[in-house]
């Protein structure tokens, strides 16, 4: 019975440890994530420090802005900046993105794009331009398995605990009331979670496939990969080519819905490319012919693509929706042109980096979203 308070115990010690090494490596961050959090608990009390409206565009902004400054400490962090650089270059970024998120319509600014950007750029902040593809996937995948555990086990906590209060209540009539089970799964999910998970970014760029125990878990991955996600991928692509095909016998027009198809696949393959890209070595026969034509297996669904946009267009006009359907096709043909002989082959950190660049400049300028 002892082991129950002990494991409890690590579990907020673990918990602290990881709130404290995310308030000493990304202070800003912290510090809006807590500012999230209080001004979550307040709209369960109906309190509003701004408009009402407005409340959802003010948490989109600290969002954003915490986003971009935990990119930008890694990105200094990986170029052995110092300190005062580091968090210099973090308090910048994050205002100019959290004004251009909170004051989005005045300043022509398409948030959601650029909020999404912001959170996929955080891997990639230290790896563009320095070191390779191997430390880049090993740095993306565990900062995605430590916040995916980190979430987790809040989640898992705070269920078991809330289990108990209710418990409690049904068995002695004694409890909390209601409304406090909000403010316990908000303040869960708005400062532990995310505090929890900064803590578990890793602190080194360098790192390499792991070897031992973890390379178990690799090991798994590599088995999902080869035996269910790559033969897939496969069997889609050879549906999206005899659709092609049907649809240049019969002269058809695509289908509405093929545009979101296309462009889904086209996405998931490039996700695909890059997940796999350590395992190419020894790797099933599948795998292997995915990671060699993956470009050429595209190129026909990518075309019905910009067959069906054009339809599209040319009939009811251009809209958002159509919008980031272009953009989609954009950011697949230009990751194909970079798998042309030359520097950029094969290199799985501009595979994923276009997308997040056209993602964000998306969200502002002449050619955004924002007008469409």
């Known amino acids: 019975m002892r082991s129950a308070p002990r494991h409890v115990g ?11 090494v995310a308030a000493f490596r990304f202070p800003l961050a912290s510090l809006l994530i807590v500012a999230i959090a209080i001004l979550s608990n307040l709209a369960l009390r109906d309190v509003y420090p701004v408009a009402e409206d407005d409340l959802a565009w003010l948490l989109a902004a600290f969002y954003g802005a915490a986003a971009m400054s935990v990119g930008m400490v890694l990105a200094m962090e990986a170029r052995g900046a110092s300190a005062a650089v580091r968090q210099g270059a973090s308090v910048l970024v994050a205002l100019v993105v959290g004004a251009a998120i909170w004051a989005g319509p005045a300043l022509a600014v398409f948030p959601p794009p650029l909020i999404v950007a912001a959170t996929f750029a955080v891997p990639l902040a230290g790896y563009l331009g320095l070191r390779d593809a191997e430390r880049f996937w090993v740095f993306t995948f565990w900062t995605v398995v430590g916040v995916s555990l980190a979430f987790l086990s809040v989640l898992l906590f705070v269920l078991g605990l809330s289990a ?9 009539e004694v409890g909390l009331p209601g409304d406090a089970y909000e403010h316990i799964f908000a303040t869960a999910f708005a400062l532990v979670g995310p505090l929890f998970a900064l803590g578990r970014i890793p602190h080194h760029f360098d790192e390499r496939m792991p070897a031992g125990q973890d390379e178990r878990l690799i090991s798994g991955l ?5 035996w269910v996600a790559v033969p897939l991928v496969l069997a889609t692509a050879l549906v999206l080519h005899l659709y092609a095909a049907k649809i240049l016998v019969t002269g058809d027009v695509p289908k509405g819905e ?3 198809i296309v ?4 996405l998931f393959v490039l996700m695909l490319r890059i997940a796999v890209d350590p395992f190419r070595a020894g790797a ?3 795998t292997r012919l995915f990671t060699r034509y993956f470009a050429l297996a595209l190129l026909v669904p990518l075309s019905l693509l910009a067959y069906a946009i054009w339809l599209s267009i040319g009939a009811q006009g251009f809209t958002l929706e159509r919008y980031y359907l272009v953009l989609g096709a954009l950011a697949a043909w230009l990751v194909l042109a970079l798998q042309l002989p030359g520097r950029t082959r094969g290199d799985i950190r501009w595979m994923a980096a276009v997308p997040v660049l056209l993602l964000a400049l998306s969200a502002f300028g002449p050619w955004g979203a924002y007008d469409t």
């Open 10 to 20: 690590q579990f907020w010690r673990s918990l602290a440890a990881g709130a404290g």
């Open 222 to 226: 590599r088995i999902l990969f080869d």
């Open 263 to 266: 462009t889904f696949f086209a």
């Open 284 to 286: 099933a026969a599948a």
């Open 164 to 172: 108990i209060l209710e418990m409690i209540r049904y068995l002695f």
């Open 258 to 260: 093929i545009g979101w």
